[in-house]
């Protein structure tokens, strides 16, 4: 009831494409839910985050959509840029600790 | 400049060595986290401690301790009784529960 699982694991997306990743999780008594980059050897940071009472968040290239009655929600990454290349973590909360996804690896090529 | 602080950035330890790894934060955050990273793996919770003098096991405690003596510091030992501690390990802070948590730069902690 406490994972949180993603898919892909890793995506190879065209410069100026649209990069998704999804993910989907069981404990309804989550209420935050952050999306994480990472770039090799780095700690990761915070790129967008959700809370269960809106559908949609947007900020620059950055989307996050949520389905409530779904238990899902995915980062979209609009016109994606090989600058984008990096691990990106999905994560779910309730408590303050972070449930985090496996990860997904992006690729972006120019 | 406020964040999080983690020393060393590589360590390197013999079998059967305890090891610390230092984690400071400035934010004036009350809660601070410990993860563990491993290739092709998410970030898995070791310790938490949401106040001073406090703090919880996570989901892979074991072979593991944490203190929680000042609010911004919040070490991790890495102890003998850890079967396979090369990892990269994270330190996290947040203001309070399900807020944004702010992640130091890693240490990378390898057994030889």
Redesign the interface.
């Known amino acids: 009831q406490q994972q949180v699982k ?1 898919s892909p ?1 890793s995506l190879i997306v065209q410069k100026g494409g649209i990069s998704i990743i999804n993910c989907a999780y069981e404990n309804t008594a989550f ?2 839910f ?1 999306w ?1 980059q990472q770039f090799p ?6 790129l967008i ?1 959700i809370r269960p009472d809106v559908s949609e968040k947007k900020e620059g290239r950055f989307t996050i959509s949520f389905n409530k009655s779904a238990k899902q929600f995915s980062l979209h990454i609009m016109d994606s840029q090989p600058g984008d290349s990096a691990t990106y ?1 999905c994560a779910a ?11 997904t690896t992006l690729q972006v090529k120019p | 400049d406020g964040g ?1 602080t ?1 020393s060393p950035k590589y360590l390197f330890r013999k079998e059967g060595q305890n090891v610390t790894l230092s984690c400071e934060q400035n934010l004036n955050h009350d ?1 601070m ?1 410990w ?1 563990r990273q491993d290739p ?6 070791i310790y ?1 401690s ?1 106040i001073v003098n406090d703090f919880q096991k ?1 989901d892979i405690a074991e072979g593991y301790s944490v203190s929680r003596e000042k609010k911004e510091s919040f070490p991790l030992t890495v102890t003998s009784a850890q079967k396979n501690p090369t990892a990269f390990y ?1 330190c ?1 802070s ?1 203001r ?11 240490t ?1 902690l390898t057994v030889v």
């Open positions: 993603q694991q209420d935050y952050p994480y050897g780095k700690g990761p940071a915070l985050a973590f909360s309730n408590t303050g600790k972070l449930i985090f996804g496996q990860g | 999080i983690q809660a986290y993860y092709g793996q998410g970030l898995r919770l938490y949401q996570g994270l996290a947040s309070s529960r399900s807020t944004e948590a702010f992640f130091g730069q890693g990378r």
